[in-house]
Every structure is written in C-alpha cells, then in structure tokens.
C-alpha cells in the first residue's frame, strides 16, 4: 500500500476529515451535512426520551425542524441511491483526468436536486407551525 | 451479524422511521388526526414502540459506524459494536418505560 492510501485507510485526519470540502462535488458537502445533523439530532431525541414533552422552544424548534427535514431528504436520496441503485448509472473505467464518473452525474443529480426541493418544502412547513401555529395553539 | 446486513437494517429503519415518525408529529401535533391516534393508547403505544426501536437502531448505529471509522482497528470495532449494543438495549428500556408512564400505564 502507498504512503498516501495507507494514510487515508487510517483515517488519521479524524473528524476534521469531513470538513474537507474545498475542491470537491457538492456530494461531499452533503456528507459531511448528513453526519452533523444525525448528531445533532441524537443530542436532541436524547433529551426528549427522558422528558417526553421537552421541546428547546420556538426558533430552536424551527431549527430543529431544517435540521431534521435535511437529514430525511438527503437519507431518502441515499437510500434511493445505496440502497436501491437508482441513478448511478452502469459502473466504467474513469479516465483521468479528463472523465468524471458515471456516479456523480445524470440521473443521481436530478434525484439530488430534487432532495433539495423536498428539504426546503419541508423545512418552510416545519417552521411555519413551530414560530407560527404552535404558539397560537398554546404550544 | 455481516456488515452489510447492519447497513441493511440501518437503511430500513430509516423509511420506518419516516412513517413512525410522521405519525408520532400528527398524533402530538394535529388537532383532527392527531385525536383519533392518540385517543387509542394501544395504537399509540405501539406506533411509539416501533418508532423507538427504529430510532435508536439507526441513530446508535450511526454513531457506532463513525466511531468505527475514526478509529480503523478490529478491536475496537468489536468494543464499540457491543459496547452501542448495550447502551442501546438500555436506552430502549428506559425509554419504553418513560413512555408507559406518560401515558399512565404503570
């Protein structure tokens, strides 16, 4: 194994290693997103195990609602994508540096950028009723 | 059990999730909807039963596979595999209790 694989295979830039975004495909930036809010969501839902009705209040709520929607729209387009194999295309040899591959274009952007849509639809909903409805409500 | 049948499970406790979950905001959360499911505490209770177990596979398991990545070693993956497997096991139980006595069943 080369120096330069043997140091990634260790993993020895840790979790500073997932803000290393400068320079990549925005499949990166998500990544390393997904992973933010999946902790960031643990650190929420344990607290509300333990005191059921525990809630951080109004504009935490909206932002726990954009941090939730994220990570369900780009989990179903993993899903769709790892699980499911849509939109990745048939696997070819890449031929540097010129060929991008297969994998992180055509069909795969279509299934991201309509991720997207589906986060900011949710994420302006789940905000709309936790600043606006849910205060009215007694909420 | 294989790596890639935890990464299975992973993604199919996330679509449960998705359902368990959307209900659990309808049930706490809408007035019209919300009524009718919450009004029947078994319904309630189970929905609430899934949606944790799901929940806590998938976020336990997500914090075991960046542990695991941080630290590439086979003895350490075995530790954190058993050591989230403990913890999560635990979590569900107190957690399932939680739940019954909000709902004032014990």
């Known amino acids: 194994m080369s120096e330069e694989l043997e140091y990634y295979a260790q993993n020895r830039r840790g979790v500073s290693g997932w803000f290393k975004v400068r320079g990549y495909v925005i499949e990166r930036k998500l990544y390393a997103l997904h992973r933010i809010t999946g902790i960031l969501i643990v650190l929420f839902i344990l607290p509300h195990f ?82 606006l409805v849910k205060p009215l409500m007694g909420g | 059990m294989r790596e890639s049948t935890k990464m299975l499970l992973h993604y199919v406790t996330a679509l449960i999730i998705i359902v368990t979950g959307l ?28 949606f944790l177990a799901a929940l806590l596979y998938h976020a336990f398991n997500g914090i075991r596979v960046i542990l695991i990545e941080l630290v590439p070693d086979k003895c350490w993956t075995k530790l954190i595999g058993w050591a989230i497997l403990l913890i999560g096991v635990v979590t569900y139980i107190v957690g399932f209790q939680v739940l019954l006595m909000a709902l004032g069943l014990i």
């Open chain 2, 23 to 50: 209900i659990h905001l309808l049930a706490n959360n809408d007035p019209n909807v919300g009524k009718l499911i919450s009004s029947n505490t078994y319904l309630y209770l189970g929905n609430m039963a899934i």
């Open chain 1, 50 to 131: 333990y005191s059921t009705g525990w809630h951080p209040g109004l504009w935490w709520d909206a932002l726990l609602g954009v941090i939730v929607t994220f990570h369900v729209a780009n989990g179903l387009r993993l899903t769709l994508l790892e699980l499911f194999g849509i939109g990745i295309g048939r696997p070819l040899l890449v031929k540097k540096p010129f060929q991008r591959p297969v994998s992180i274009e055509g069909k795969q952007r279509y299934l991201l950028a309509i991720s997207i849509i589906i986060f900011i639809v949710l994420a302006i909903i789940w905000s709309y009723y936790a600043i």
